[in-house]
């Protein structure tokens, strides 16, 4: 089945810093990729929508200057955290869109990054 | 708005049979998905419905009723690695792909 890739699954930075996450498609072309920040015992929040070779579409109240997107090939994605803060701490998914067998679109997932601002 | 509502928390005895509700309110619907997710990994896909009935894989089944804006997750034979989070998830669009997520019901599963 399809795979999703991301790295790296753990990042400990200093607050200030920048961190940037990348997620790739194995085996399959994704010209559409997205990015959700999961906090501990809530669900996935979608933050924008990374669209191959062009801007992303950020959803309401993420700041695109905070969350920079790049998906400059149709098989990865990078998610960039600059200027990171402890409220940034988080685990960061992404995901891409891929056909299961019976034809639906079903999102496949990385592992997950998870990142912690000091 | 976009809501969905799943219960938070949910215990079941090894062997036995558990249903995990989802209500769902979107301003669109273009199929609804259930995930496993165990803590600290990526969410795994489980099922997909689009029509109307029942969908059945293995141990997993899944039920939709769009007129009533309900799915549940059907688990049979529960084991004890059953023991996750069970995200259930709207498509409210053909052309984004992308999904809203309710928050998750943590099922414990007790010996």
């Known amino acids: 089945g399809a795979v999703v890739s991301q790295h790296p699954s753990r990042v400990i930075c200093k607050s200030g810093t920048s961190v940037k996450i990348e997620c790739r498609s194995l085996d399959f072309q994704a010209t559409t990729m997205f990015w959700y920040r999961q906090f501990p015992k809530q669900s996935l929040m979608l933050m924008a929508t990374s669209n191959e070779g062009s801007k992303a579409t950020y959803e309401q109240g993420v700041e695109k200057d905070k969350f920079l997107i790049n998906h400059a090939s149709l098989t990865l994605s990078t998610l960039t955290v600059t200027s990171a803060h402890p409220e940034d701490s988080s685990f960061y998914i992404c995901?891409?869109?891929?056909?299961?067998?019976?034809?639906?679109?079903?999102?496949?997932f990385g592992a997950g990054s998870r990142l912690t601002v000091l | 708005g976009q809501n969905i509502d799943q219960p938070t928390e949910m215990t079941a005895t090894e062997g036995a049979i558990v249903q995990i509700n989802c209500t769902y309110q979107?301003?669109?619907?273009?199929?609804l998905f259930w995930y496993q997710q165990h803590a600290g990994e990526a969410p795994t896909f489980l099922s997909y419905?689009?029509?109307?009935g029942l969908e059945e894989k293995g141990r997993f089944s899944s039920f939709l009723s769009r007129s009533k804006g309900y799915s549940y997750l059907l688990l049979k034979e529960l084991q004890m690695k059953d023991s996750a989070s069970y995200l259930c998830?709207?498509?409210?669009?053909?052309?984004?792909?992308?999904?809203?997520f309710g928050q998750g019901t943590t099922l414990q599963v007790k010996p």
């Open positions: 419905n689009v029509l109307d």
């Open positions: 998830a709207v498509s409210p669009s053909s052309n984004t792909g992308k999904l809203i």
């Open positions: 995901s891409a869109k891929a056909t299961d067998g019976s034809g639906a679109n079903v999102l496949t």
């Open positions: 979107t301003s669109g619907f273009n199929g």
